[in-house]
């Protein structure tokens, strides 16, 4: 990967064009964690890859790339938040089965649901992407302390929802 970042800083178009589709997938996960709307992660993603084709060369070191790449993302969805200023539904995205799968789908994605817009992004990039703390308050541009309070409040909202669900169950069951 080093080379085709240096190939790309060069202008090799092709360079450029391979390392968008290696972070592709990943580049995807970020913006719906932050989107949801499939529409505006699409949008997200292409002026990403503008922005990125356009300011390739005012990288410094070749091996924050992705990190780069993650915040330029980062920045753009926050763009596109604010020019919505509305909330989005989320959309489901399995097929409906009563099998313990989609019992326990549900739950988790409910729990999930429990925790802020902030929350979720800090636990994507942490769990998901396999940034560490240091790395997520560089591209959120927040304090690591501000990150690490963030994945420990989100951790234990997620801890005390299932607790709180399986109590419930047991009283409703």
Known sequence: MDLLIKRAKKGDKNAF????KENELSLYKVAKSILKNDEDVADAMQETILSALENISSLKQDKYFKTWLTRIL???CNTILRKNSKTIQLKEYFDAGYTENFIQSISIKEGIQTLSDEQKLVLHLYYVMGFNSREISELLNEKESTVKVRLSRSRNKLKDFFQG?????????
Do not use: E, P, T, Y
């Open 17 to 20: 064009v391979q390392l968008m």
């Open 165 to 173: 669900n399986k109590r419930g169950d047991a009283v409703n069951g």
């Open 74 to 76: 980062i920045n753009k």
